[in-house]
T-cell receptor, first 112, second 114 residues
Framework: GENVEQHPSTLSVQEGDSAVIKCTYSDSASNYFPWYKQELGKRPQLIIDIRSNVGEKKDQRIAVTLNKTAKHFSLHITETQPEDSAVYFCAGYTGTASKLTFGTGTRLQVTL | DTAVSQTPKYLVTQMGNDKSIKCEQNLGHDTMYWYKQDSKKFLKIMFSYNNKELIINETVPNRFSPKSPDKAHLNLHINSLELGDSAVYFC?????????????FGEGSRLTVL
Protein backbone atom coordinates (compact mmCIF):
# COMPACT_ATOMS: atom_id res chain seq x y z
CA GLY A 1 0.00 0.00 0.00
CA GLU A 2 0.87 3.67 -0.13
CA ASN A 3 3.29 5.16 2.40
CA VAL A 4 3.68 8.94 2.59
CA GLU A 5 6.53 10.51 4.52
CA GLN A 6 6.55 14.20 5.39
CA HIS A 7 9.31 16.53 6.60
CA PRO A 8 9.91 18.51 8.69
CA SER A 9 7.57 17.73 11.57
CA THR A 10 7.87 21.30 12.86
CA LEU A 11 8.86 24.47 11.07
CA SER A 12 9.25 27.96 12.45
CA VAL A 13 9.70 30.94 10.14
CA GLN A 14 9.55 34.68 10.52
CA GLU A 15 6.70 36.59 8.98
CA GLY A 16 7.49 37.37 5.37
CA ASP A 17 9.86 34.45 4.91
CA SER A 18 9.13 31.38 2.79
CA ALA A 19 8.26 27.93 4.09
CA VAL A 20 8.81 24.61 2.32
CA ILE A 21 7.37 21.26 3.31
CA LYS A 22 8.42 18.07 1.53
CA CYS A 23 6.76 14.70 1.07
CA THR A 24 7.70 11.43 -0.56
CA TYR A 25 5.38 8.62 -1.58
CA SER A 26 5.90 4.96 -2.35
CA ASP A 27 3.05 3.87 -4.65
CA SER A 28 3.81 4.72 -8.28
CA ALA A 29 0.07 4.30 -9.00
CA SER A 30 -0.76 7.37 -6.91
CA ASN A 31 -2.09 10.08 -9.19
CA TYR A 32 -3.43 12.86 -7.00
CA PHE A 33 -1.61 14.79 -4.28
CA PRO A 34 -3.57 17.22 -2.13
CA TRP A 35 -2.39 19.41 0.71
CA TYR A 36 -4.58 20.07 3.71
CA LYS A 37 -4.31 22.80 6.32
CA GLN A 38 -5.61 22.20 9.82
CA GLU A 39 -5.90 25.15 12.15
CA LEU A 40 -6.00 24.55 15.88
CA GLY A 41 -9.23 22.82 16.88
CA LYS A 42 -10.56 22.83 13.33
CA ARG A 43 -11.05 20.29 10.55
CA PRO A 44 -8.45 19.70 7.82
CA GLN A 45 -9.27 21.70 4.71
CA LEU A 46 -7.89 21.40 1.20
CA ILE A 47 -5.65 24.31 0.20
CA ILE A 48 -4.10 23.11 -3.04
CA ASP A 49 -3.72 19.90 -5.01
CA ILE A 50 -1.81 18.57 -7.98
CA ARG A 51 -2.38 15.70 -10.39
CA SER A 52 0.29 13.37 -11.66
CA ASN A 53 0.27 14.86 -15.17
CA VAL A 54 1.34 18.28 -13.90
CA GLY A 55 4.72 19.34 -12.51
CA GLU A 56 3.77 22.56 -10.74
CA LYS A 57 0.70 24.46 -9.65
CA LYS A 58 0.41 27.86 -8.05
CA ASP A 59 -2.36 29.68 -6.23
CA GLN A 60 -1.39 33.13 -4.97
CA ARG A 61 1.16 32.62 -2.19
CA ILE A 62 1.11 28.84 -2.23
CA ALA A 63 2.54 26.48 -4.81
CA VAL A 64 3.06 22.76 -5.11
CA THR A 65 5.66 20.93 -7.17
CA LEU A 66 5.67 17.27 -8.14
CA ASN A 67 8.56 15.08 -9.28
CA LYS A 68 7.03 11.78 -10.38
CA THR A 69 10.35 10.17 -11.15
CA ALA A 70 11.67 10.79 -7.66
CA LYS A 71 8.20 10.32 -6.11
CA HIS A 72 8.29 13.49 -4.11
CA PHE A 73 6.21 16.64 -3.94
CA SER A 74 6.55 19.87 -2.01
CA LEU A 75 4.45 22.74 -0.69
CA HIS A 76 5.87 26.23 -0.93
CA ILE A 77 4.40 29.17 0.96
CA THR A 78 5.83 32.60 0.20
CA GLU A 79 5.49 35.83 2.19
CA THR A 80 4.23 33.90 5.20
CA GLN A 81 1.72 35.53 7.52
CA PRO A 82 0.70 34.69 11.10
CA GLU A 83 -2.56 33.18 9.81
CA ASP A 84 -0.51 30.60 7.93
CA SER A 85 0.33 29.04 11.31
CA ALA A 86 -1.29 25.59 11.32
CA VAL A 87 -0.59 21.91 10.79
CA TYR A 88 -0.15 21.01 7.12
CA PHE A 89 -0.72 17.52 5.76
CA CYS A 90 0.32 16.15 2.41
CA ALA A 91 -1.45 13.12 1.02
CA GLY A 92 -1.28 10.65 -1.82
CA TYR A 93 -4.32 9.19 -3.52
CA THR A 94 -4.39 5.85 -5.29
CA GLY A 95 -7.48 5.56 -7.47
CA THR A 96 -7.40 1.79 -7.61
CA ALA A 97 -7.55 1.59 -3.84
CA SER A 98 -9.82 4.63 -3.51
CA LYS A 99 -7.72 5.66 -0.59
CA LEU A 100 -6.10 8.88 0.54
CA THR A 101 -3.01 8.31 2.69
CA PHE A 102 -1.82 11.24 4.77
CA GLY A 103 1.67 12.26 5.75
CA THR A 104 2.48 12.75 9.41
CA GLY A 105 1.90 16.50 9.35
CA THR A 106 4.07 19.61 9.70
CA ARG A 107 3.36 22.16 12.38
CA LEU A 108 4.17 25.57 10.88
CA GLN A 109 4.66 28.50 13.21
CA VAL A 110 4.96 31.96 11.70
CA THR A 111 6.46 34.40 14.18
CA LEU A 112 6.22 38.19 14.10
CA ASP B 1 -25.42 24.72 5.02
CA THR B 2 -23.15 22.20 6.68
CA ALA B 3 -21.67 19.83 4.10
CA VAL B 4 -20.44 17.08 6.44
CA SER B 5 -21.85 17.10 9.95
CA GLN B 6 -21.07 14.75 12.80
CA THR B 7 -22.43 14.42 16.31
CA PRO B 8 -21.59 14.65 19.07
CA LYS B 9 -18.75 17.14 18.92
CA TYR B 10 -17.48 16.16 22.36
CA LEU B 11 -17.83 12.86 24.16
CA VAL B 12 -16.47 12.05 27.61
CA THR B 13 -17.05 8.55 28.93
CA GLN B 14 -15.71 5.84 31.19
CA MET B 15 -13.64 2.85 30.15
CA GLY B 16 -15.74 -0.13 29.20
CA ASN B 17 -18.71 1.89 27.95
CA ASP B 18 -20.17 1.73 24.44
CA LYS B 19 -20.64 4.91 22.40
CA SER B 20 -21.67 5.98 18.90
CA ILE B 21 -20.78 8.86 16.63
CA LYS B 22 -23.05 9.82 13.74
CA CYS B 23 -22.14 11.42 10.44
CA GLU B 24 -24.19 12.83 7.60
CA GLN B 25 -23.21 14.51 4.33
CA ASN B 26 -25.41 16.54 1.98
CA LEU B 27 -22.91 16.80 -0.87
CA GLY B 28 -24.30 13.89 -2.84
CA HIS B 29 -21.00 12.04 -2.51
CA ASP B 30 -20.89 8.30 -2.88
CA THR B 31 -17.99 7.59 -0.51
CA MET B 32 -17.64 8.24 3.20
CA TYR B 33 -14.77 7.67 5.61
CA TRP B 34 -13.81 7.58 9.24
CA TYR B 35 -10.37 8.90 10.20
CA LYS B 36 -8.79 8.87 13.65
CA GLN B 37 -6.51 11.70 14.72
CA ASP B 38 -4.46 10.96 17.81
CA SER B 39 -2.67 13.34 20.18
CA LYS B 40 0.31 13.54 17.80
CA LYS B 41 -2.04 14.77 15.07
CA PHE B 42 -1.55 11.70 12.85
CA LEU B 43 -4.55 11.17 10.55
CA LYS B 44 -5.22 7.45 10.08
CA ILE B 45 -7.96 6.02 7.93
CA MET B 46 -10.17 3.50 9.68
CA PHE B 47 -13.01 2.68 7.30
CA SER B 48 -14.42 3.67 3.97
CA TYR B 49 -17.85 2.99 2.49
CA ASN B 50 -18.89 3.41 -1.12
CA ASN B 51 -22.65 3.40 -1.70
CA LYS B 52 -23.22 1.65 1.61
CA GLU B 53 -20.60 -1.02 0.93
CA LEU B 54 -17.44 -1.38 2.97
CA ILE B 55 -14.39 -0.87 0.71
CA ILE B 56 -11.63 -0.07 3.17
CA ASN B 57 -11.16 -1.66 6.55
CA GLU B 58 -7.78 -0.90 8.03
CA THR B 59 -6.40 -2.83 10.99
CA VAL B 60 -8.93 -1.57 13.48
CA PRO B 61 -10.04 -3.57 16.55
CA ASN B 62 -13.34 -5.42 16.22
CA ARG B 63 -14.70 -3.14 18.93
CA PHE B 64 -15.16 -0.55 16.18
CA SER B 65 -18.13 -1.19 13.94
CA PRO B 66 -19.18 1.19 11.20
CA LYS B 67 -22.68 1.22 9.74
CA SER B 68 -23.95 2.94 6.63
CA PRO B 69 -27.75 2.92 6.37
CA ASP B 70 -27.55 4.92 3.13
CA LYS B 71 -24.85 6.67 1.16
CA ALA B 72 -25.42 9.97 3.00
CA HIS B 73 -24.82 8.51 6.46
CA LEU B 74 -21.96 6.68 8.10
CA ASN B 75 -22.04 5.96 11.81
CA LEU B 76 -19.34 4.58 14.08
CA HIS B 77 -20.09 2.44 17.10
CA ILE B 78 -17.37 1.63 19.61
CA ASN B 79 -17.75 -1.14 22.19
CA SER B 80 -15.83 -1.58 25.43
CA LEU B 81 -14.01 1.72 25.19
CA GLU B 82 -10.34 1.83 26.19
CA LEU B 83 -8.06 4.69 27.20
CA GLY B 84 -6.23 4.43 23.86
CA ASP B 85 -9.44 5.18 22.00
CA SER B 86 -9.22 8.79 23.14
CA ALA B 87 -8.77 10.84 19.96
CA VAL B 88 -10.58 13.08 17.53
CA TYR B 89 -12.63 11.11 15.03
CA PHE B 90 -13.24 12.77 11.68
CA CYS B 91 -15.89 11.76 9.24
CA UNK B 92 -15.25 12.70 5.61
CA UNK B 93 -16.80 12.24 2.19
CA UNK B 94 -15.64 12.32 -1.40
CA UNK B 95 -16.86 11.56 -4.89
CA UNK B 96 -15.07 8.64 -6.53
CA UNK B 97 -16.90 9.28 -9.79
CA UNK B 98 -14.76 12.34 -10.32
CA UNK B 99 -11.62 10.24 -9.84
CA UNK B 100 -10.39 12.64 -7.25
CA UNK B 101 -9.36 12.02 -3.71
CA UNK B 102 -10.52 15.40 -2.38
CA UNK B 103 -12.02 14.87 1.03
CA UNK B 104 -14.53 17.04 2.79
CA PHE B 105 -14.19 16.64 6.53
CA GLY B 106 -16.69 17.04 9.31
CA GLU B 107 -15.80 19.15 12.35
CA GLY B 108 -14.58 16.15 14.29
CA SER B 109 -15.77 14.37 17.43
CA ARG B 110 -13.39 14.56 20.36
CA LEU B 111 -13.66 11.37 22.39
CA THR B 112 -12.14 11.28 25.86
CA VAL B 113 -12.09 7.96 27.70
CA LEU B 114 -11.47 8.20 31.45
Amino acid sequence: GENVEQHPSTLSVQEGDSAVIKCTYSDSASNYFPWYKQELGKRPQLIIDIRSNVGEKKDQRIAVTLNKTAKHFSLHITETQPEDSAVYFCAGYTGTASKLTFGTGTRLQVTL
Amino acid sequence: DTAVSQTPKYLVTQMGNDKSIKCEQNLGHDTMYWYKQDSKKFLKIMFSYNNKELIINETVPNRFSPKSPDKAHLNLHINSLELGDSAVYFCASSSLDRNTGELFFGEGSRLTVL
